[in-house]
């Protein structure tokens, strides 16, 4: 439809114009004030035109960056979907040991003594949980824990406390976090979306809910906290940066939640 200042512009432009010539030609006065409105009124219209048009412009402008932008994020989508389909095909040839998901709960998968994920699988947790937080863009978290005292106990006394610990991390944990056993004494938390002051305050609350719990006068955690992408970009780093936190724990006295430092 046509815009009616362009009518407006056009109509004021050729009045002013025919005013203009005939006001020269009778040597009238005020046929030269008709030329001069209507010379202001096409000019006026001349500058809202403009307007509209840079407006025009910068919505088209807008509306072409939009579509750029869901370009570039269906285009990470994509390759996302078939990076997820490459690992499936390659769980698929390679059999559950080494490239199956951890979460499926079969019974191998599992510490007869913690009630946790097997030791064999937190590397492997690990490292498909940073690669997820990578491709969202999202923090993920590795809390190490180790019985405080208790490295000359004799077994039976520390087969007790580790399912007293793998209880208490069960019963504390969010069902999006994964734990797993390490060592003879140590247990690992992988804490999904988790940034530091959250991984800090799951650590907390597991160390709570130990020193609340009967044998809570006997028995406690220190524990190292550290943090995708603040302490480490990859997976080996992270559990590392984790590693040395808990050694700052064990060096501060027991029953103490550290920090990584930030890199």
Not at 14 to 20: Q, S, V, Y
Not at 207 to 217: A, K, M, N, T, Y
């Given at each position: 439809?046509?815009?009616?200042?362009?009518?407006?512009?056009?109509?004021?432009?050729?009045?002013?114009?025919?005013?203009?010539?005939?006001g020269?030609?009778?040597?009238?006065?005020?046929?030269?004030?008709?030329?001069?409105?209507?010379?202001?009124?096409?000019?006026?219209?001349?500058?809202a035109?403009?307007?509209?048009?840079?407006?025009?412009?910068?919505?088209?402008a807008?509306?072409?960056?939009?579509?750029?932008?869901?370009?570039?994020?269906?285009?990470?989508?994509?390759?996302?979907?078939?990076?997820?389909?490459n690992?499936?095909?390659?769980?698929?040839?390679?059999?559950?040991?080494?490239?199956?998901?951890?979460?499926?709960?079969?019974?191998?998968?599992?510490?007869?003594?913690?009630?946790?994920?097997?030791?064999?699988?937190?590397?492997?947790?690990?490292?498909?949980?940073?690669?997820?937080?990578?491709?969202?863009?999202?923090?993920?978290?590795?809390?190490?824990?180790e019985?405080?005292?208790?490295?000359?106990s004799d077994?039976?006394?520390?087969?007790?406390?580790?399912?007293?610990?793998?209880?208490?991390?069960?019963?504390?944990?969010?069902?999006?976090?994964?734990?797993?056993?390490?060592?003879?004494?140590?247990?690992?938390?992988?804490?999904?979306?988790?940034?530091?002051?959250?991984?800090?305050?799951?650590?907390?609350r597991v160390?709570?809910?130990?020193?609340?719990?009967?044998?809570?006068?006997s028995?406690?955690?220190?524990?190292?906290?550290?943090?995708?992408?603040?302490?480490?970009?990859?997976?080996?780093?992270?559990?590392?940066?984790?590693?040395?936190?808990?050694?700052?724990?064990?060096?501060?006295?027991?029953?103490?939640?550290?920090?990584?430092?930030?890199?």
């Open positions: 439809m046509q815009d009616p200042r362009l009518f407006v512009a056009v109509s004021a432009g050729i009045a002013a114009l025919t005013a203009g010539v005939v020269v030609a009778a040597d009238s006065a005020v046929l030269g004030v008709v030329a001069g409105t209507a010379g202001v009124l096409a000019a006026t219209a001349g500058v035109l403009g307007a509209r048009a840079r407006q025009s412009e910068d919505r088209l807008q509306a072409e960056e939009e579509i750029r932008r869901v370009k570039r994020e269906l285009a990470s989508i994509n390759a996302a979907l078939a990076e997820e389909t690992r499936r095909a390659a769980e698929t040839e390679l059999g559950p040991m080494e490239a199956k998901p951890v979460r499926e709960k079969s019974e191998h998968a599992f510490d007869a003594e913690t009630g946790l994920y097997d030791e064999r699988y937190f590397a492997v947790l690990v490292q498909q949980q940073v690669a997820a937080a990578r491709r969202s863009l999202r923090p993920v978290s590795v809390v190490v824990f019985i405080d005292g208790m490295t000359n077994r039976e006394t520390q087969v007790q406390a580790l399912g007293v610990v793998g209880e208490v991390l069960r019963r504390t944990l969010r069902e999006s976090d994964s734990a797993c056993r390490l060592g003879d004494l140590m247990v690992g938390a992988i804490l999904e979306d988790t940034a530091e002051a959250g991984a800090v305050w799951a650590a907390e160390r709570g809910s130990l020193l609340s719990s009967p044998v809570g006068d028995l406690t955690l220190s524990a190292g906290v550290a943090c995708y992408p603040s302490h480490a970009l990859g997976a080996t780093e992270l559990v590392q940066q984790a590693s040395r936190a808990l050694d700052e724990a064990r060096a501060r006295g027991r029953d103490r939640v550290e920090l990584a430092p930030e890199t």
